[in-house]
């Protein structure tokens, strides 16, 4: 009861943030983004035990696929790429809108096709070998993509935007920033129910021991790739979303930037606690107000204090916040020896 | 009725036969022993029947049907379970989840992914704690219970998805005697109020012998004896085997 008056307090405190800070809109929206990558990298990373790079690629197939069908929707895509940021074709408010959505419902769907057909192929590595496979994945699509002349090769391509007479820039912020939180949101009440299912403890099942799960007659390949599909889902749509928001997509720093948020997203479930639904985003939060910390306080030197802050993640908090708490605390995880039923001692004699 | 039959398998790694045309025949309902001098494949027959590894010859039969081809987790969907020497069990995961994850899922659809676990499963799982005597620790992390106890939730999460058998490898290896006798016990009573057949791969020879009703004796990875605890006891080979040749 307690914990849900908390989360009403927490969405109505995120409903009314634009408002309070207007200043960080954008950094609030990418923090939701991130919320969402940190969630979903912990399906496989956290409660599967799959470390995967290869998220990311999710992420740049729906910024691509978004910014595409936006365009290409209403004007020829290799002509509005051959522009560069010329305004040769401007969007009006019906086509931007319409456009954003069918985008939007593209960058969700198609990776959750890729998600099955490369995870078909792959997530039967295991350990190490998976991760690196993953870590190929990435880097091979930024250097796909920059082969791609249709969506602006190596040079990238702008996304639509926002269509002139309605509202200011203010307008555009608020308006991506709620359907980032509504979409994080969304993917936290998703995963916590999903946690709730079979679905949850089978990949835990599968972290802990997935010979015994195979043993046990559980058909684990078929939990993986769903877990992956659910991943792409939202991170497909997390991709569209942040191609909009920042306009111009290029393929290795924008669309698969594995040395950045590739790497966070690792980074943000592991510093709130892998395996747990509130570690990630707890962790995100946190990632992400250092980071920007270090950048404005630090400069020059903030990739500097951002490996101190690794250092001392791993050092000390090797299982997180959420993890650290547990240690401490296992009565409140519910870790408690039954004392009420002597009778049911081992009394083996 | 045979429940289980092994036929002609074989199976070697590279230079090394592990297994060397081995048949044997295990009847529905019985406890059977499976021993043998460490390295005589009595493992690797293991893996071969539940579907670990390919064999290279011969076949096996669960209830007339053949599962040598099959997948690990369809022979297990069969009804044909095992248990492992080094304790398998689900670390971090409490007791009760260890239990409720090793239920046999009713569905097996597309969208079974994420059906909803049935509360009757958490009273099933409770009393089968209670048999093996866990009951007290089932909030517990699994992995932070001792190896015996490991082992003895390892029993009950076969029990927990009702298999018709059960192979288990040195149920006994690594725990205290005391602890053995309460495990003979469980045991025993698998046998006969559940009507689970077992299969026991075992080294400690006073626990087999009080056990199976029948015993396989493996060496160098061929089937070198078989027949009731006295046979075994006073077979030529099986003392050869074990001793050495004098």
Same mark, same amino acid.
């Given at each position: 009861?307690?914990?849900?008056?908390?989360?009403?307090?927490?969405?109505?405190?995120?409903?009314?943030?634009?408002?309070?800070?207007?200043?960080?809109?954008?950094?609030?929206?990418?923090?939701?983004?991130?919320?969402?990558?940190?969630?979903?990298?912990?399906?496989?990373?956290?409660?599967?035990?799959?470390?995967?790079?290869?998220?990311?690629?999710?992420?740049?197939?729906?910024?691509?696929?978004?910014?595409?069908?936006?365009?290409?929707?209403?004007?020829?895509?290799?002509?509005?790429?051959?522009?560069?940021?010329?305004?040769?074709?401007?969007?009006?408010?019906?086509?931007?809108?319409?456009?954003?959505?069918?985008?939007?419902?593209?960058?969700?769907?198609?990776?959750?096709?890729?998600?099955?057909?490369?995870?078909?192929?792959?997530?039967?590595?295991?350990?190490?070998?998976?991760?690196?496979?993953?870590?190929?994945?990435?880097?091979?699509?930024?250097?796909?993509?920059?082969?791609?002349?249709?969506?602006?090769?190596?040079?990238?391509?702008?996304?639509?935007?926002?269509?002139?007479?309605?509202?200011?820039?203010?307008?555009?912020?608020?308006?991506?920033?709620?359907?980032?939180?509504?979409?994080?949101?969304?993917?936290?009440?998703?995963?916590?129910?999903?946690?709730?299912?079979?679905?949850?403890?089978?990949?835990?099942?599968?972290? +802990?021991?997935?010979?015994?799960?195979?043993?046990?007659?559980?058909?684990?390949?078929?939990?993986?790739?769903?877990?992956?599909?659910?991943?792409?889902?939202?991170?497909?749509?997390?991709?569209?979303?942040?191609?909009?928001?920042?306009?111009?997509?290029?393929?290795?720093?924008?669309?698969?930037?594995?040395?950045?948020?590739?790497?966070?997203?690792?980074?943000?479930?592991?510093?709130?606690?892998?395996?747990?639904?509130?570690?990630?985003?707890?962790?995100?939060?946190?990632?992400?107000?250092?980071?920007?910390?270090?950048?404005?306080?630090?400069?020059?030197?903030?990739?500097?204090?951002?490996?101190?802050?690794?250092?001392?993640?791993?050092?000390?908090?090797?299982?997180?916040?959420?993890?650290?708490?547990?240690?401490?605390?296992?009565?409140?995880?519910?870790?408690?020896? +039954?004392?009420?039923?002597?009778?049911?001692?081992?009394?083996?004699? | 009725?045979?429940?289980?039959?092994?036929?002609?398998?074989?199976?070697?790694?590279?230079?090394?036969?592990?297994?060397?045309?081995?048949?044997?025949?295990?009847?529905?309902?019985?406890?059977?022993?499976?021993?043998?001098?460490?390295?005589?494949?009595?493992?690797?027959?293991?893996?071969?029947?539940?579907?670990?590894?390919?064999?290279?010859?011969?076949?096996?039969?669960?209830?007339?049907?053949?599962?040598?081809?099959?997948?690990?987790?369809?022979?297990?969907?069969?009804?044909?379970?095992?248990?492992?020497?080094?304790?398998?069990?689900?670390?971090?995961?409490?007791?009760?989840?260890?239990?409720?994850?090793?239920?046999?899922?009713?569905?097996?659809?597309?969208?079974?992914?994420?059906?909803?676990?049935?509360?009757?499963?958490?009273?099933?799982?409770?009393?089968?704690?209670?048999?093996?005597?866990?009951?007290?620790?089932?909030?517990?992390?699994?992995?932070?219970?001792?190896?015996?106890?490991?082992?003895?939730?390892?029993?009950?999460?076969?029990?927990?998805?009702?298999?018709?058998?059960?192979?288990?490898?040195?149920?006994?290896?690594?725990?205290?005697?005391?602890?053995?006798?309460?495990?003979?016990?469980?045991?025993?009573?698998?046998?006969?109020?559940?009507?689970?057949?077992?299969?026991?791969?075992?080294?400690?020879?006073?626990?087999?012998?009080?056990?199976?009703?029948?015993?396989?004796?493996?060496?160098?990875?061929?089937?070198?004896?078989?027949?009731?605890?006295?046979?075994?006891?006073?077979?030529?080979?099986?003392?050869?085997?074990?001793?050495?040749?004098?």
């Amino acid at each position: 009861m307690r914990s849900k008056k908390i989360f009403f307090l927490l969405v109505i405190l995120g409903l009314i943030a634009p408002f309070l800070f207007p200043a960080f809109k954008l950094q609030m929206s990418i923090m939701w983004i991130l919320v969402v990558l940190a969630l979903t990298w912990d399906v496989q990373g956290g409660q599967m035990g799959y470390n995967t790079f290869g998220n990311i690629v999710f992420f740049g197939l729906g910024m691509y696929l978004c910014a595409a069908t936006q365009i290409g929707l209403f004007f020829p895509l290799g002509e509005w790429t051959a522009a560069g940021g010329e305004k040769t074709f401007v969007h009006n408010s019906e086509q931007y809108f319409q456009g954003l959505f069918l985008g939007l419902i593209v960058a969700a769907i198609v990776p959750v096709f890729v998600a099955v057909f490369i995870g078909y192929g792959i997530l039967g590595l295991r350990g190490h070998y998976f991760a690196i496979c993953t870590l190929g994945l990435g880097i091979a699509a930024g250097e796909f993509a920059g082969g791609i002349e249709i969506i602006g090769a190596g040079q990238g391509m702008t996304s639509p935007p926002w269509p002139k007479g309605i509202g200011n820039t203010e307008l555009r912020g608020e308006f991506f920033y709620y359907i980032c939180f509504v979409l994080m949101i969304c993917s936290f009440l998703f995963l916590r129910w999903a946690y709730s299912t079979r679905f949850g403890l089978v990949l835990n099942a599968i972290r +802990d021991n997935e010979d015994k799960a195979e043993a046990m007659g559980i058909n684990t390949m078929k939990f993986k790739i769903s877990g992956w599909m659910v991943s792409a889902f939202f991170v497909g749509i997390a991709g569209g979303l942040m191609g909009n928001m920042i306009g111009y997509i290029e393929p290795v720093e924008t669309a698969f930037p594995g040395r950045t948020f590739g790497v966070f997203m690792v980074l943000m479930a592991i510093l709130g606690g892998k395996g747990t639904l509130i570690g990630p985003i707890i962790g995100a939060i946190a990632f992400h107000l250092f980071k920007e910390g270090f950048w404005t306080f630090f400069l020059g030197w903030q990739y500097v204090a951002l490996g101190a802050l690794i250092v001392i993640v791993v050092v000390f908090f090797p299982e997180g916040i959420m993890g650290y708490l547990r240690e401490k605390f296992p009565e409140r995880f519910g870790e408690v020896v +039954d004392e009420k039923n002597r009778k049911s001692q081992v009394e083996l004699s | 009725m045979n429940i289980l039959e092994v036929k002609d398998v074989s199976k070697s790694f590279g230079g090394v036969k592990a297994n060397q045309s081995i048949s044997l025949n295990v009847e529905e309902g019985k406890i059977v022993g499976l021993i043998g001098p460490n390295g005589s494949g009595k493992t690797t027959l293991f893996n071969s029947i539940c579907g670990t590894h390919p064999i290279n010859s011969g076949s096996i039969k669960f209830y007339q049907k053949e599962v040598s081809t099959l997948p690990i987790p369809l022979v297990a969907r069969l009804g044909l379970l095992r248990t492992f020497q080094q304790t398998h069990i689900y670390g971090k995961l409490n007791c009760i989840q260890n239990m409720i994850i090793s239920a046999k899922s009713e569905s097996t659809g597309l969208f079974s992914v994420f059906s909803k676990i049935p509360t009757t499963l958490n009273d099933k799982a409770e009393a089968l704690l209670e048999f093996v005597g866990l009951y007290q620790k089932r909030l517990l992390r699994a992995g932070d219970l001792s190896f015996g106890q490991q082992k003895l939730l390892e029993l009950a999460m076969a029990l927990m998805n009702e298999p018709k058998m059960l192979l288990l490898d040195e149920p006994t290896a690594g725990i205290n005697p005391t602890l053995i006798n309460g495990i003979i016990d469980r045991l025993i009573r698998v046998n006969k109020d559940y009507g689970i057949t077992l299969l026991i791969i075992e080294h400690n020879m006073r626990v087999i012998m009080s056990l199976a009703e029948e015993i396989f004796c493996l060496a160098h990875g061929e089937l070198i004896a078989k027949g009731t605890p006295e046979q075994i006891k006073n077979n030529k080979n099986v003392i050869d085997a074990y001793l050495g040749t004098q």
